[in-house]
């Protein structure tokens, strides 16, 4: 599986300001994900970082709370813009790997964000 | 209702004792199936994927069955390193050429005494 690593692993932010969480990939990859998981909570799929074009979305995330940029296929940047204490959570970044069973997903070490 | 559903627990077991977890899943047109496993304050690591005809791992026994929309995952001669949150992970196709969704269960906590 390929080796991921994210910038910062964890930050204390004061609402209202912005920050931007790296994940890097030691290997090409085509699919990248941004996670969250709230407090107890299990994983929530925020958006698809697509390379070259703009993020994938999901339901109740919008680009300009979570701006996504992926410029190559080993690098992408999720920005949580804006923040609030209910945006403290941790961020995860994934890649796909195709498998027998179709893709499955790895994890990188996540971002603690906590905000005040 | 949720669409993956696992018994959150805790399951408190000795060493050595064999312990099952169960997962159901709602969207029949769903096609990939993942156990992973969470330690706390971890990010969640793939233990195995499941295959249709089930599947083992050492310790680890997955089953899946596709008419009851259930799956399972046995662990045999726990040890108190398997101690964990064993999330079940469910591939959830979509339509229009988007990539397919993991939908995540809420996890089954798992203890381990010695």
């Known amino acids: 599986s390929a080796v991921i690593s994210q910038k910062p692993s964890r930050d204390i932010c004061q609402r209202g300001t912005s920050l931007t969480i790296q994940c890097q990939v030691d290997?090409?990859?085509?699919?990248m994900f941004w996670y969250r998981q709230q407090p107890g909570q299990s994983l929530t799929l925020i958006a698809t970082a697509n390379q070259g074009s703009e993020a994938t979305y999901e339901s109740g995330f919008v680009i300009d709370k979570f701006p996504i940029s992926r410029p190559n296929l080993t690098f992408s940047t999720l920005t949580v813009s804006n923040m609030s204490p209910e945006d403290s959570s941790i961020y995860l970044c994934?890649?796909?790997?195709?498998?027998?069973?179709?893709?499955?997903?790895?994890f990188g070490p996540g971002t603690r964000l906590t905000v005040l | 209702r949720k669409e993956v559903e696992q018994d959150p627990g805790p399951f408190n077991v000795p060493e050595g004792a064999t312990v099952a977890f169960n997962c159901t899943y709602s969207?029949?047109?769903?096609?990939?199936f993942f156990w992973y496993r969470q330690d706390c304050r971890k990010e969640p690591k793939l233990l195995m994927s499941v295959y249709s005809s089930g599947n083992e791992d050492g310790r680890f026994t997955a089953q899946l069955n596709r008419a009851s929309q259930y799956i399972s995952l046995l662990i045999r001669d726990s040890k108190l390193s398997d101690s964990a949150t064993y999330l079940c992970?469910?591939?959830?196709?979509?339509?229009?050429?988007?990539?397919?969704?993991?939908?995540f269960g809420t996890g089954t906590l798992l203890a381990v005494q010695p």
């Open positions: 994934s890649v796909g790997v195709f498998a027998v069973v179709g893709h499955e997903q790895f």
């Open positions: 992970v469910v591939n959830r196709p979509r339509s229009g050429g988007a990539t397919n969704k993991l939908i």
């Open positions: 290997s090409q990859v085509t699919m």
């Open positions: 969207n029949s047109a769903s096609q990939s």
